[in-house]
């Protein structure tokens, strides 16, 4: 896991590292005898979260970041934000795509506090068809999620990434809390924006969908849930698209692949607690390691699936 902290109220020095932390950009200021700016980013492997808080207005000029970036503003405005045929405004509350990752972008910050949400655009590919067949990128074809829903279920997302995945350092840095969470975000980001993915399933897809790949499909997550695992992974092993393995899963278990893979960790987990020596592990590294990061998810799943708290069963 990545953390780094800025504070400055030098303008310049200011631009250099946004600079380098985002993309080469050039920044002015209209506020006189104000400039400070505080970053906080923590980050895992294709997913950052920052947090920004300027008391000035700043305009900015951005060229193309590589990643897709979304910002979640709580409070200030940011104005006249502009890329490739889209201006807009955005006040408390807004959850928006600032721009696609290979355009470039410019605007206003008007002493605002916001938080910058960056991932890489092949994570969309992992949670979408994942069928190795030639085609275009995933891209997300609106700014603004599609729903007022939506955008309040991206943001419920993003902030549990933010509170109780990135801010604990020892739950970041668990291989799979990592994997599941970085593929949570991005799919929550295909489900809360127009996209150019595909998600129904086709009739071949449904053909596809019979019990050899089920078997395959099952033997793999049970040979591999210690590793980090993706659909599209999985859907590969099985030779069969993504929408097939989930058509397969739900057709004839009821349930989804991941589903079913975070089934699989818990079941692992509660073996951890059963053969734990007491004072050896905790509840939460043993959650952690099976790719649970928030100690409270864990336990009502654990309770659900074995009738007990986790400490009950750690304690022998």
């Known amino acids: 896991m990545d953390s780094l902290e800025f504070d400055s109220d030098d303008l310049g020095v200011t631009e250099d590292f946004l600079s380098r932390a985002y993309a080469r950009m050039r920044i002015s200021s209209s506020t006189p005898g104000s400039a400070r700016a505080r970053i906080r980013r923590d980050a895992v492997p294709a997913v950052s979260i920052d947090e920004l808080d300027l008391d000035f207005d700043m305009s900015y000029a951005v060229t193309p970041l590589g990643r897709i970036c979304l910002c979640l503003v709580h409070d200030g405005t940011i104005r006249d934000h502009t890329f490739h045929g889209v201006r807009d405004d955005f006040g408390p509350g807004d959850m928006v795509l600032f721009a696609p990752h290979d355009l470039p972008y410019a605007g206003r910050v008007c002493s605002a506090r916001y938080d910058i949400t960056m991932l890489d655009p092949a994570l969309l590919e992992q949670v979408a068809t994942g069928d190795g067949a030639p085609r275009e990128p995933v891209r997300l074809t609106g700014h603004r999620p599609h729903s007022p829903a939506a955008a309040r279920h991206l943001t ?23 994997s599941t969470s970085s593929q949570l975000l991005a799919a929550s980001v295909l489900s809360a924006f127009p996209s150019t993915a595909h998600t129904e ?90 790719g649970f990061a928030h100690p409270g998810r864990f336990a009502a799943l654990y309770r659900t699936a074995y009738g007990c708290d986790p400490p009950e069963t750690l304690r022998g």
């Open 156 to 178: 419920r997302t993003i902030l549990y990434l933010r509170d109780h995945v990135l801010a604990d350092p020892e739950v970041a840095s668990q291989p799979l809390v990592a």
């Open 201 to 290: 399933e086709t009739a071949q897809d449904r053909g596809d969908a019979h019990s050899a790949t089920l078997r395959r499909a099952l033997v793999h997550i049970d040979d591999h849930a210690a590793e980090p695992l993706t659909v599209a992974g999985i859907a590969a092993t099985a030779h069969v698209t993504v929408r097939a393995l989930q058509y397969a899963f739900r057709r004839r278990l009821g349930t989804t692949p991941l589903a079913h893979l975070r089934e699989v960790r818990l079941a692992h987990a509660h073996h951890d607690l059963r053969a734990a020596e007491p004072g050896e592990s905790t509840v939460g590294e043993i959650g952690a390691r099976w």
